[in-house]
Structures are given as C-alpha cells and as structure tokens.
C-alpha cells in the first residue's frame, strides 16, 4: 500500500473510512500491523505498563520511547508513526522540542502529548518546527494521580463543554489528530463533529474517525485490569495476524466499539 500521510487520514475522514491505530513496541509487530493495513502504529507510553510490568506510565523516559520508535521504525513500511511523549518531557514548548526531535530522529513521524488548551502554546511552538502533533484529551493517565484513578472523563455539563473547548483550542493550535480516551460516546460524537481534524477514540464510542487499542489487549496478553472499552480480538481467531485484521475489519464495518464498550 501507498504510504500513509496526514492529509491522507483526513481525505479517510471525509470518506467515512474508519482510521485504525494500534499501540506498537517492536519490529516484529510493527511489520505485522503494517501488513494487516493498521494506518497508524503508536509507540504509546503504556509501554512502561505492558512490556516494563510498572502500574503507571509515569516512569517512562524520552530514551525508552526511542528505542522502542526505532524498534518498530526498521520493521515498518507504510503506517504513519506516532511516538508518545513521556511524562515530564513537555512541560514546556522548549523542553518539548528537544525531546520531540529525539522521537523525530528515532523514526517517529509524528508526536503524542497529553492534555487540553494549556498545551496549545507547545502545540504551536512544536507545529511550527515541523513536529506534527497527535493531541490526547479526556482520561490521559500521566495524570493518574491528580484525577484519581482511570476514570470516565467529561460525565458532566460543565467538564463536556470544557473538553470540547480544549479539542477546538489544540485544533486552532496546530494539532492534525486527537486521540479521546475514556469520555461519554455521545461527547466523542459532538468533539468529533465540532472539528475538521480526525479523532482517534478509546472507550470514546463509535463516532469518533478511527480508533485505537493497545495490541497486549487486543491480544488477550495484558495481565491487568480490562478496561470495559478493551476487547480480545483472539478470541475465535488461530493467529495474531487473524486477530489484528479481525480489529481493522471491525473498526471498518463499525461492529467495533459496540455498546458494550462505551460509555
Ligand atoms: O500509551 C498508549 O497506549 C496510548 C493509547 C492508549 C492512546 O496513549
Ligand atoms: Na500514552
């Protein structure tokens, strides 16, 4: 397949082509994912969960999620790569540059960070340096401590119209994608319709342009706690390339997320 690019994602949008991502830590993976037709590979910091065994993301560091982005940058090909930014690495638009071009140098095409219109000035400061950027509102777990525990964001008026100005805010910034975890599927639906950029939902419902999982609990293999937005594509399936054409498959024909995976 073509390479996938930016402005390809957004044509996917208008066309009501569903856009699927997976969390990806590796070459082998990265080449399997790569050839299902997965659009997008996220080196997601919840590798410092799935693969280092920590209860948060917090401990994860800029040199990590390089090694991991080179990883799967040698067994990609064609799906766009995102890179997560770690916890502490963007705490200003400086600072976030200098990690950014960390990520950029290892093989990531783009960068994720984790929060609303607070960000908006790093957004812009990284957008004009030619660092696209993947927003993430809504549950965004570097703040685990500060919210509590992973719960169910944006359930009242007043916190649904709050992201929602953060989801324009970013937009304006510069922002070329937005990934929504964990928020009410109708507030996915009124996020998603409000921009013109793709959403990119987890437990953010069926509305949204794509959706993403993190592949140990697209496979069955993530020891912990289920998410209720999570589901074991191996289940029926004899191979993990069965299980993750299964995922792009169900995102496509919009039987993934169901009911039973929203909030
Ligand atoms: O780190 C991660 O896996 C993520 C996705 C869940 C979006 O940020
Ligand atoms: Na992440």
Known sequence: RKAVTL????AQRQQGNKITMLTCYDASFAAL???????????GDSLGMVCQGHSSTLP?????????????????????????MPFGSYATPEAAFQNAVQLMQAGAQMVKLEGGAWLAPTVKFLTERAVPVCAHIGLTPQSVHQLGGYKVQGKTDEAAELLKADAVALQA????????????ATLGKEVTELLVIPTIGIGAGPDCSGQVLVMHDLLGVFPGRKARFVKNFMEGQTSIDAAVLAYVNAVKEQSFPAPEHCF
């Open 7 to 10: 402005p390809g994602l957004v």
């Open 33 to 43: 994912m790569d050839r299902c037709g997965v659009e997008i590979l996220l080196v």
């Open 60 to 84: 994860v560091t800029v040199a990590e999620i390089a090694y991991h982005t080179a990883s799967v940058a040698r067994g990609n090909k064609s799906a766009l790569l995102v890179a997560d």
């Open 173 to 184: 910034a510069g922002a070329s994608l937005l990934v929504l975890e964990a928020i009410p």
